[in-house]
């Protein structure tokens, strides 16, 4: 039972040691993108907010649809 107990603790240690040889690096967002593609399009909202299905103005996308929760506040930021 010892010996299980010992092998997990030092299993533990060794992934929670290699854990930190591998990090993520953030420069790719910041770099210059000279791809032909051109530049991404990304827009990361998060909103907590209690009003987020209060009732707010009407909008559609470009090809005439509209949004899951049109007419909130939340249908606001689905077409932003």
Do not use: R
């Amino acid at each position: 039972m010892k010996k299980l107990q010992l092998f997990v603790i030092c299993l533990i240690t060794c992934l929670f040691g290699a854990s930190f040889l591998v990090h993520a690096e953030d420069i790719d967002v910041y770099a210059d993108n000279s791809s032909e593609t051109g530049v991404p399009n990304v827009l990361l909202i998060l909103d907590n907010a209690a009003n987020f299905s209060a009732s707010a103005a009407s909008c559609t996308y470009s090809d005439g649809t509209a949004p899951s929760l049109n007419g909130t506040a939340g249908g606001i930021e689905q077409c932003a």
